[in-house]
């Protein structure tokens, strides 16, 4: 058996590739093997996922590590990246051709789009992206079901329509509404692993305030402007030149001196395109969820709220003005 998690992105995949990395041995007992091939040393598998190039390629998809691997063991693999989400079908029959494998068990985490969204929005702004919160929610919203973000049937179509691949699907917010373990879950449901003792906490959280988010993206408008990607070098430069009590102290002078710049984001509930969003996942994945969902709801019913800082207003004041300019010397190139 092969199984890939693909994530996507902001579905809790860290914490479940914590926790594969951390119970190899207890998976392997169970007759799986984690691999580190693709890995770099990682909990996940990104190098494979992400550099997939350097492993399958459509002259030679029988790649000599995955051959061998493949070739080492009879028990199952797994393998967890987000980017595999963004693979096209092929590449998933390349790997499964060069491990020895016929079927592709694909793990694919539901979430609420729209929370989704915002979390992308703030992994952006660290990537280096300098976008603010509503014009990239106005991008996406002129077309939600076109956008690989907001609708993940663009991901999942090319997977049920083909005969080597089965979909799991996790249902994120039913999970949580129930109080279950999306880690137990998987392993239960998909790994048919009943009796693993499990070690759920949760990893540290390394998400930014807003307050810090709009700081830093402020820096990468300093930067570079409002229209270039600038990567991920600021954002490691901004922490390795600041102190945690630095950065506190960063989010209480924008919260305190931000008032005028601080907005919010505001969807209702009973989205149409949530609903619409919802009835069709129930209906192509009818046959595909890691546990009945029933009559729960897929998504959040109740009103969302998101907020953000306008820069515009943010370099208006001079305390905010001032500590930007201040840190931006301390941490450009």
Known sequence: MLVLHVGPHKTASTYIQQNLHRDRKALEKAGWIYPELGTLGLPAHHDLAHNSGAYLTPESAQHPDLVALGQSTDQNLL?????????????????????????IDVVYVVRDPIDIF??????????????????????????????RILNPMLDLAPLLRSPRVKVHAVPFNTLRDRGIDIYENICK??????????????????SFPIELTEFL????LMEAGPNKYVGSALRHRFISNTSPKER??????????????????????????????????????????T???????????????????????????????????????????
């Open 291 to 333: 546990l009945d969902i029933g009559d729960d709801e897929l998504f959040k019913t109740e009103q969302q709220k998101y907020v953000y800082y306008s820069e515009f207003q943010m370099m208006s004041n001079e305390v905010i003005k001032n500590a930007a300019e201040s840190y931006f010397t301390r941490v450009k190139s």
């Open 189 to 206: 449901s998909v790994l048919k692993i009943e009796d693993m003792e499990f070690v759920s906490d949760k990893p540290k959280n390394t």
């Open 79 to 103: 393998f967890s990246a987000e980017g595999f989400c963004r693979w096209r079908l092929r590449k998933f029959e390349w790997l499964a051709d060069a491990l020895g494998r016929d079927v």
């Open 248 to 289: 506190q102290q960063l989010v209480e002078l924008v919260r305190v001196n931000g008032k005028d710049a601080r907005r919010e984001i505001t969807f209702e509930p009973n989205l149409f395109y949530k609903r619409r969003l919802s009835t069709m996942l129930r209906t192509k994945l009818a046959e595909n969820w």
């Open 118 to 147: 915002n979390s992308y929005w703030a992994e952006e702004i660290k990537q280096g992206y300098p976008a603010g919160l509503p014009e990239r929610f106005s991008e996406h919203f002129n077309d939600p079901m076109a956008s």
């Open 217 to 220: 993206r402020l820096l990468t």
